[in-house]
C-alpha cells in the first residue's frame, strides 16, 4: 500500500495523472484533408455514374433527408438514390468548399453547393461524415437545401 502511495504521489508530482479518458493526439488538419477527400470522391461517383462505389461512403446507419421524409439505412438510401445513377449524365453534382472536424477526430460536417448539368448553382448541400476507421469516412447524415451557398 505505501508503495502505491509514493508511485501516485511521484506522479502527481511529475505532472502525470491516471484517467480512463486518455487524450490523443489529433491532426485535425490532416484529418480535414481526409474529409474534403472523401466528399470529392463521394462526388465523384455521380459523375461516374457509378452507383455502387457510391454506396462504399455511406454508414450502415445512414439518414438521408429528401424533400418527404428521412431514409434510414445504407441499403434504403441506395435504393432510393438509385434513379439519379440512371441515364449517361448526372442530374446534378456537387463540391464541398467547407469541413470542420470535431477536436475527437470522430465526426466531421462538410457542405458546399449543387449545381444542375450547365453548371449553375442550384442547391447546397449539408453531411455529416463519421470516422469508421483510419482515413475511412462514412455518411452518417445528408440533406440538401435549395439555397445557394452565398459567395463570401
Given at each position: ?20 479518458h ?83 477526430g ?47
Amino acid at each position: 500500500m505505501r508503495l502505491l502511495h509514493l508511485i501516485l504521489a511521484s506522479m502527481l508530482i511529475c505532472g502525470c495523472t491516471v484517467s480512463p479518458h486518455k487524450q490523443h493526439s489529433v491532426d485535425l488538419p490532416a484529418l480535414t484533408q481526409e474529409v474534403f477527400a472523401a466528399e470529392r470522391a463521394f462526388a465523384r461517383t455521380m459523375a461516374e455514374r457509378d452507383l455502387q462505389a457510391f454506396t462504399t461512403f455511406l454508414s450502415n446507419e445512414a439518414i438521408f433527408f429528401s424533400a418527404e421524409r428521412a431514409i434510414r439505412g445504407k441499403a434504403t438510401v441506395s435504393t432510393e438514390w438509385q434513379p439519379f445513377f440512371e441515364g449517361p449524365q448526372a442530374p446534378f453534382s456537387w463540391e464541398p468548399d467547407q469541413v470542420e472536424v470535431l477536436d475527437s477526430g470522430r465526426l466531421a460536417f462538410s457542405t458546399g453547393p449543387v449545381y444542375d448539368p450547365a453548371g449553375k448553382c442550384i442547391g447546397s448541400f449539408n453531411s455529416v461524415w463519421r470516422r469508421e476507421g483510419p482515413a475511412e469516412w462514412r455518411v452518417v447524415f445528408d440533406k440538401g437545401s435549395s439555397e445557394c451557398p452565398s459567395l463570401q
